[in-house]
């Protein structure tokens, strides 16, 4: 299986393969993302005292979709992000608030083209003023996006139809 990632305001596009993220990195990931939510409140992202933290969004559009965004040590948000295992209403819905959430695009990048999802696994990210001021999270920030996808991806049951 393959997941899509998707920034907003920069028109970026890549795909990953499960295989590429190490299996015992799912399910750290899998078990922040259940606490930020479980608790409703901001969990730290990469380590125990990590001041980037991760925020669980409600279910608005399913539990099948992730909505969450990164806060930057400051308590501002860094990037919202949704996932979803395809399209849909709820998934539909969700990535384009998403795309919406980007507070700025490069010249050039239209929003317009982002305007439905794939139909298979998608990640959509939207990168906040925030970051500006924290260059640092360039480095970093990628990879915790694709393992963030994959451990959420990874959660869900399969469907099955009777």
């Given at each position: 299986?393959?997941?899509?990632?998707?920034?907003?305001?920069?028109?970026?596009y890549?795909?990953?393969?499960?295989?590429?993220?190490?299996?015992?990195?799912?399910?750290?990931?899998?078990?922040?993302?259940?606490?930020?939510?479980?608790?409703?409140?901001?969990?730290p992202?990469?380590?125990?005292?990590?001041?980037?933290?991760?925020?669980?969004?409600?279910?608005?559009?399913?539990?099948?979709v992730?909505?969450?965004?990164?806060?930057?040590?400051?308590?501002?948000?860094?990037?919202?992000?949704a996932?979803?295992?395809?399209?849909g209403?709820?998934?539909?819905?969700?990535?384009?608030?998403?795309?919406?959430?980007?507070?700025?695009?490069?010249e050039?990048?239209?929003?317009?083209?982002?305007?439905?999802?794939?139909?298979?696994?998608?990640?959509?990210?939207?990168?906040?003023?925030?970051?500006?001021?924290?260059?640092?999270?360039?480095?970093?920030?990628?990879?915790?996006?694709?393992?963030?996808?994959?451990?959420f991806?990874?959660?869900?049951?399969?469907?099955?139809?009777?």
């Amino acid at each position: 299986m393959t997941l899509e990632h998707w920034t907003a305001n920069v028109g970026n596009y890549c795909l990953s393969d499960r295989s590429e993220v190490v299996d015992e990195v799912t399910p750290a990931y899998g078990r922040l993302i259940a606490a930020a939510g479980a608790f409703a409140t901001p969990a730290p992202l990469r380590a125990r005292d990590d001041a980037w933290r991760l925020e669980v969004l409600a279910h608005p559009h399913g539990s099948r979709v992730l909505q969450a965004r990164i806060l930057a040590p400051d308590g501002r948000p860094a990037v919202a992000v949704a996932v979803a295992e395809g399209g849909g209403p709820g998934p539909q819905r969700a990535w384009r608030e998403t795309v919406a959430a980007s507070s700025w695009f490069i010249e050039g990048c239209d929003p317009a083209k982002f305007r439905d999802p794939p139909d298979g696994p998608w990640m959509m990210g939207a990168l906040q003023d925030a970051l500006e001021s924290h260059p640092e999270a360039f480095e970093w920030l990628g990879p915790v996006l694709q393992y963030m996808g994959w451990a959420f991806l990874d959660s869900l049951s399969p469907i099955t139809i009777a």
